[in-house]
């Protein structure tokens, strides 16, 4: 699953850097050379959308057999802090760029708002109506901060993963509420195909890999297309 979505997630991180980096250069070439270079970059983009999905339903995963839901934490917001400049350039091509976060902040968002939810899951005498509007509270809490914070899909990636985490007992509706709520992302839905089909062993463990892999396939993509083969080169 990891795998899958980091193919995704690299694919989608090329084109929108390819798209940014040669606009200017594309817009000067024949017009069916400008269509076709559109198509693909359409194209390319969709099959970067599953990334996501994956990665929220790996954060609940991760969630319900942590051991320590404070370092699971701590591990993401390191990484939302080492990856900032990355995004920002996959962002904007700038170092600095305050309109948008990476997804690790949205991640951390996202599971602080489960972690919240299962708190008050596990209180016992709770009337359920009570329970009801504290977990509404607390995903309506972590939508506002995830758009004011402007992360990586803002309040959208919070619904999912509290959608994804509050139907988890049973694959199918997981499946299907998780789809519902990227309904404003059709592409990012068939994603839900190999999370159906998830066995739930645990992949590869070297973990550490793949919160790396995400700033340095940015920095990788940006210095080929930026440094290596610049539009000028072409």
Not at 67 to 89: G, P, Q, T
Request: proline share 4%; with cysteine.
């Amino acid at each position: 699953m990891k795998i899958i979505a980091c193919i995704s997630m690299f694919i989608d991180h090329f084109f929108h850097i390819l798209m940014r980096t040669y606009r200017d250069h594309v817009s000067t070439l024949d017009y069916h050379i400008i269509r076709n270079f559109n198509t693909i970059y359409k194209i390319g983009r969709g099959i970067g959308r599953a990334a996501f999905p994956i990665f929220c339903f790996l954060l609940v995963e991760g969630f319900l057999h942590t051991k320590d839901i404070r370092k699971y934490l701590a591990r993401l917001f390191v990484m939302a802090l080492l990856s900032e400049h990355a995004f920002n350039l996959l962002y904007s091509g700038h170092h600095m760029e305050p309109e948008g976060q990476s997804i690790f902040l949205t991640l951390f968002i996202g599971l602080l708002t489960i972690w919240g939810i299962n708190r008050i899951q596990t209180v016992e005498d709770m009337p359920r109506q009570a329970a009801a509007s504290f977990i509404l509270a607390i995903i309506i809490t972590g939508c506002l901060a995830a758009h004011f914070l402007k992360t990586d899909y803002s309040y959208h990636g919070i619904l999912s993963i509290a959608a994804i985490y509050l139907l988890r007992s049973d694959i199918g509706l997981t499946c299907l509420g998780g789809a519902i709520s990227f309904i404003w992302e059709p592409w990012a839905i068939p994603a839900f195909i190999p999370i159906y089909f998830y066995n739930g062993r645990r992949g590869l463990k070297a973990k550490y890999i793949f919160y790396l892999f995400y700033p340095l396939h940015i920095y990788l993509i940006y210095f080929i297309l930026t440094y290596v083969l610049p539009p000028g080169s072409l």
